[in-house]
């Protein structure tokens, strides 16, 4: 697993990759990840969290295979 940091550009490319262009935006809007402390992916990057944080709560929601952390 990458342990590097996540650009906010190379997070939204992979929410694309793995959700498709027209849903990723919408369920980084109304999806709550318990691991973000309740919140969605928009609320928590509005609030400052990390992105790599974030990222791997997606990738966890999403039940994503390491390969594609």
Do not use: N
């Amino acid at each position: 697993m990458d342990t590097g940091q996540v650009r906010l550009t190379d997070f939204w490319q992979r929410m694309e990759h793995h959700l498709g262009p027209a849903y990723a935006d919408s369920w980084a809007r109304d999806y709550v990840i318990d691991a973000l402390g309740e919140r969605t992916v928009h609320q928590a990057l509005e609030a400052g969290e990390d992105t790599k944080v974030v990222w791997l709560a997606v990738c966890d929601a999403l039940r994503l295979a390491p390969s594609e952390r």
